[in-house]
């Protein structure tokens, strides 16, 4: 069994900054892919930054320029870094990854809500 728990999220004012953390923990051989993704209240949900093992980093465009992911393998956590928080930034934060002989899992969940 794997597990994923999200931390970090809060109210914030437009153009402020939160981070996010997620730490994996169970019975972990190895994590490839690790990512973020939101859910906005009657949207799909969407993907917002995913890191590989190695580093290498893509994001939805909307993300570009504000948005930082980053992992340490370590401690298996990953990390998203949000700066100039738009409230369109507004949801439920998902942390998901891939793990070695288990697949893919998803964390429960984070709210970030970005409002004056």
């Known amino acids: 069994q794997v597990q994923l728990v999200e931390s970090g999220g809060d109210l914030v004012q437009p153009g402020g900054s939160l981070r996010l953390s997620c730490a994996a923990s169970?019975?972990?051989?190895?994590?490839?892919?690790m990512g973020w993704y939101r859910q906005a209240p009657g949207k799909q949900r969407e993907m917002v930054a995913i890191?590989?093992?190695?580093?290498?980093?893509i994001y939805v465009d909307s993300a570009k320029g504000r948005f930082t992911i980053t992992r340490d393998n370590a401690k298996n956590t990953v990390y998203l870094q949000m700066n100039s928080l738009k409230p369109e930034d507004t949801a439920v934060y998902y942390c998901?990854?891939?793990?070695?002989?288990?697949?893919?899992?998803w964390g429960q969940g984070t709210q970030v809500t970005v409002s004056s």
């Open positions: 169970g019975n972990i051989i190895s994590i490839n892919n």
């Open positions: 890191i590989t093992r190695g580093g290498s980093a």
């Open positions: 998901n990854a891939y793990f070695v002989g288990v697949g893919s899992s």
